[in-house]
C-alpha cells in the first residue's frame, strides 16, 4: 500500500558530496517522522538522522556537522545531504516513514529498499 524508493546513492571520493531522495507513495493520509538509516554487512542498522512532521531534526553524533536531513512534505519527500563524505560513511542507506494510511487511525512505519553508498579513500 506504500512504497519508499531511495535513490542518489553511488561512489564518491572522499571529501565529496552525495545527496539521497527517498518518496513515498501510495494511499497516503500523513506522514511522521521521516528517517535515514544506514547498515554494513554483519552490522545493525544504526540511525542517520529523522526529522519530524514539525521539522525538528536529530543527529548521529558520526554525523553531525556534516549531514543535513530536510523534508518536502508536499512531495512525500525526505533528503540526506551528505558532505565531507568519509571511507566509514560506506554502507547501505535506507529511509524510513512514520505513515498513516488512508482510512486508518494509526500510522506504522515503512521501509525502503536500499540505496548504496561507497566512498573511497
Known amino acids: 500500500q506504500v512504497q519508499l524508493v531511495e535513490s542518489g546513492g553511488g561512489l564518491v571520493q572522499g571529501g565529496g558530496s552525495l545527496r539521497l531522495s527517498c518518496v513515498a507513495s501510495g494511499s497516503i493520509f500523513s506522514i511522521n517522522d521521516m528517517g535515514w538509516y544506514r547498515q554494513n554487512p554483519g552490522k545493525l542498522r544504526e540511525l542517520v538522522a529523522t526529522i519530524s512532521k514539525g521539522g525538528s531534526t536529530t543527529y548521529a553524533d558520526s554525523v553531525k556537522g556534516r549531514f543535513s536531513i530536510s523534508r518536502d512534505n508536499a512531495k512525500n519527500t525526505v533528503y540526506l545531504q551528505m558532505n565531507t563524505l568519509k571511507p566509514e560513511d560506506t554502507a547501505v542507506y535506507y529511509c524510513?516513514?512514520?505513515?498513516?494510511?488512508?482510512?486508518?487511525?494509526?500510522?506504522?512505519?515503512?521501509w525502503g529498499k536500499g540505496t548504496l553508498v561507497t566512498v573511497s579513500s
Open positions: 524510513k516513514f512514520g505513515v498513516r494510511l488512508i482510512g486508518n487511525a494509526y500510522a506504522m512505519d515503512y
